[in-house]
Each structure stands twice: as structure tokens, then as C-alpha cells.
């Protein structure tokens, strides 16, 4: 019983000064229990998305990333950003000349092989947008990998007395493909393509001769052209003559394979595109592809191409013969080839 008071004793005693000892016990209870339900509010909110959104610091925003410097000046260019593999290169080889000598089909032709890869247009840098720069010339090439040849053709940097300077200046070790034909020929099929664009044009007679019964004209564009030794000759300042590869526009008609053989050869590359890839269109009077590029079908160049000549008196033609056989002779001694245009 005295166990029992004792207890019964403690229990009530907190109304006197004698439940000391009991009240010292207890009274840490209500704190205790404060920080428990905090430490489990706590808890709780420590769980992903058991927080609400009020109580969550708001992360800044990452800072815009700067425009590129150049496009913060005005006026400045703006280059082009493309995605693939690879990346953008000068080119090592160019088609430089000459014009209706036969570059369209060469290029078409050189596009056969894998590891050539070839703007399609003609940039005309060299000779019409050279104050654009180096880098905006650059952004135009087609993206090429480890291996591959990167190449231009515009026909008229033959022929433009500051070409081959420039090129030069870009690289010294540029690889140069001149496709050459008769010039009688390709003063003629010049013509030709002028007057479809301009029906009003004077007779070929007017043009090629002075006064239409004087000397040849070498002011025409169209006769100017055909002086390649001339042409030749500027080059040659800046080139030595192992740079070139000069090309037969009328054996790039009767023996294709064997032409683009030669220039195969003379960029370093495999024989890939071979006579299986060509066949002859007695229509057009011109070689066609028998698989044209990323297609399963035969591929013939444009309707431009193989288009019928103006009918020129064979007076007219044997003068520009006469006239032309001096420039070609010494075109033949300066690139060491006979073309056989006389």
C-alpha cells in the first residue's frame, strides 16, 4: 500500500509545494513535442512536390548568350551556318577555263567520283566578288571530309587578268583545270548562245571583223577568248606550268573516259568514273551519263548544250583559221600538246 500511495501521492501532489520533484519531470513535454512537429513538417516538405510553390526559391534564368560580334556591326556579313559532316574548305582544284569549252561536262562528269565534292554554280569570285573576302568565298563550298577534293569551276577567270594573282594569293598550290577547244568552234557556239538570249544581236560577220570585211575583231569577247596563249602567259607569272591540266574540249566529246581519266590522275584521285559511266547521245551529239548523281537514271546536260550553230560562210571561217593559227602553235609549244586544231 505504501507503493501504491506513494504513486497515488506523486499524482496529486502538484497542487503543493511538496510535487517538486514530479513537476521538474514533466514540464520539458511541450517543447519536446513543438520540435517534433516541426522536424516532421520538415521532413514532409523535403519530399519533391510535397512543398508548395510559394516556398521554393525561384532560379534566374541563364543570361542570353552574346550575337556573334560580327552580326552587331552594321553592315557586316552575316555567313551561313549549315549542319552535316565535314567542314567548308578552299578549294584545291579549279575548272577555270574556258568558256563553251566544255566545263559544265567535265564538272558533271568529276561529280561521279566520291571524293570530289563541287560547288554546282559558278561563285565568280575571282573575277566579280573578290572585295567580299575569303571567308564569304569559303562559306559557299559544299562540306567536305578528310580525303575529299574540294572544287569551282568559272570559266571566265581564264580570261580575267587578275585571277590568277588573286588565286595565288589564296593558295600557291592550287591545282588548275583549263578545258580548251578550237577556238574557231568556240567563238561560234559563243555566238550561238548570246544570240538565243539576245535575238536582236548583229550578224557573227559584224562582230568578228571590223567593219564586217576588215581585220578580226580581238575587241569581241567572243575572238578574245581564243587567244589562250595570251591567257596562258599571265598565268604563268604566278603558276608554274605542272599546276595545270590542260583538257581537250573535243576529246571530252569523242573519248569522255579518257579525258576525266586524266584528270583523275591529275588530282591524286582513283580511276572511279570509267567508260561504263557514259554513253553517247547521237541527238544531242554529246556524251550523257548512264546514272547521274543520287539517281538511277540516265542523265543528259542541259538543252543549252549541243545546241545547233548559226551557219557561218566557210570564207568567214577559213579567215578566223588564219587568224588563230600563229596564237594556237604557240599554245601548242607552251603547254607541250598538239591539239590538232589546224
Not at 501532489?13 to 517534433?36: K, Q, S, T, W
Not at 563550298?141 to 570559266?155: S, Y
Request: proline residues 10%.
Amino acid at each position: 500500500m505504501a507503493g501504491s500511495g506513494g504513486l497515488g501521492g506523486g499524482a496529486g501532489g502538484g497542487h503543493g509545494a511538496g510535487a517538486g520533484p514530479g513537476a521538474v519531470l514533466r514540464a520539458p513535454r511541450a517543447p519536446l513535442l513543438l520540435a517534433a512537429l516541426v522536424l516532421g513538417v520538415y521532413c514532409l516538405c523535403a519530399l519533391p512536390g510535397r512543398c508548395p510553390p510559394a516556398a521554393r526559391v525561384p532560379v534566374p534564368a541563364p543570361a542570353p548568350a552574346e550575337p556573334p560580334r560580327a552580326s552587331l556591326t552594321p553592315g557586316a556579313l552575316v555567313l551561313p551556318v549549315a549542319s552535316g559532316p565535314g567542314r567548308r574548305r578552299f578549294p584545291q582544284a579549279l575548272i577555270v577555263g574556258v568558256k563553251k569549252g566544255g566545263t559544265r561536262a567535265l564538272l558533271e562528269f568529276l561529280r561521279l567520283h566520291p571524293d570530289v565534292r563541287a560547288l554546282g554554280s559558278e561563285p565568280h569570285f575571282f573575277d566579280r566578288w573578290y572585295e567580299r573576302g575569303l571567308a564569304w568565298y569559303r562559306s559557299l563550298m559544299p562540306r567536305t571530309l578528310d580525303g575529299q577534293i574540294t572544287m569551282e569551276k568559272t570559266p571566265s577567270y581564264f580570261v580575267t587578268r587578275e585571277a590568277p594573282r588573286r588565286i595565288h594569293g589564296m593558295s600557291p598550290d592550287m591545282k588548275l583545270i583549263v578545258v580548251v577547244r578550237n577556238p574557231v568552234t568556240r567563238a561560234i557556239s559563243d555566238y550561238a548562245q548570246t544570240l538565243s538570249k539576245t535575238p536582236g544581236l548583229p550578224s557573227f560577220r559584224a562582230l568578228a571583223f571590223r567593219h564586217g570585211l576588215g581585220p578580226v575583231d580581238t575587241a569581241w569577247s567572243a575572238v578574245r577568248i581564243g587567244l589562250y596563249a595570251q591567257h596562258l602567259d599571265n598565268w604563268l607569272r604566278y603558276f608554274p606550268l605542272s599546276h595545270f591540266l590542260f583538257v581537250s574540249g573535243e576529246r571530252l566529246v569523242s573519248d569522255p573516259a579518257g579525258e576525266v581519266g586524266r584528270v583523275q590522275d591529275f588530282l591524286g584521285l582513283k580511276r572511279v568514273v570509267t567508260d561504263k559511266h557514259f554513253y553517247f547521245n547521237a541527238t544531242k551529239g554529246f556524251p550523257c551519263l548512264k546514272k547521274a548523281q543520287g539517281s538511277s537514271h540516265p542523265r543528259c546536260l542541259g538543252k543549252s548544250k549541243g545546241r545547233p550553230h548559226p551557219r557561218v560562210p566557210e570564207a568567214l571561217v577559213q579567215r578566223l583559221r588564219d587568224f588563230y593559227r600563229p596564237f594556237n602553235h604557240k599554245f601548242y609549244q607552251m603547254t607541250g600538246q598538239d591539239f590538232g586544231w589546224d
